[in-house]
């Protein structure tokens, strides 16, 4: 399978537009706020990108399978020509972390615990179902 990588990066300066630790709803306002306040963004387009049988061999340590090896790739191109830092946190810790900043009833304390604790400690939280 081909692939076209394509990423947008965005310029700011009075705040980041990632959406990390701030509510979509905030970030919208914000970002609508600023349109005319040094607010841009660099469309970057890479080559099409197709796994090959090197690809595979050669990143085998990337993943057990061939589609985490391809997507680690296409990750990776996109990091180093966009010039993004990557980050590996999962999203389980990710989602640790949020909770954490954002003084959710139930959260555990995150600020000195190695991501293997935090990994333990962190619970998948399903969506309720409202209609039962």
């Not at 709803?25 to 090197?54: A, K, R």
């Not at 020509?81 to 990710?94: E, H, L, N, P």
């Not at 640790?96 to 000195?112: P, Q, R, S």
Request: proline content about 5%.
């Amino acid at each position: 399978m081909t692939v076209r990588p394509i990423y947008l990066k965005y310029g700011y300066s009075y705040f980041s537009t990632a959406y990390d630790v701030i509510e979509m709803f905030t970030l919208i306002l914000l970002t609508l706020c600023t349109v005319n306040n040094n607010l841009s963004c660099e469309v970057g387009v890479l080559p099409d990108f197709q796994p090959t049988e090197y690809l595979f061999k050669t990143y085998a340590d990337k993943g057990p399978e061939r589609w985490k090896i391809f997507a680690w790739a296409v990750r990776d191109a996109m990091a180093k020509v966009g010039g993004f830092k990557s980050c590996d946190m999962t999203t389980r810790v990710q989602f640790a972390y949020y909770d954490y900043l954002t003084e959710t009833k139930g959260c555990f304390d995150v600020a000195n615990m190695p991501i293997e604790k935090i990994i333990e400690h962190a619970e998948y939280k399903a969506p309720v179902d409202k209609k039962k």
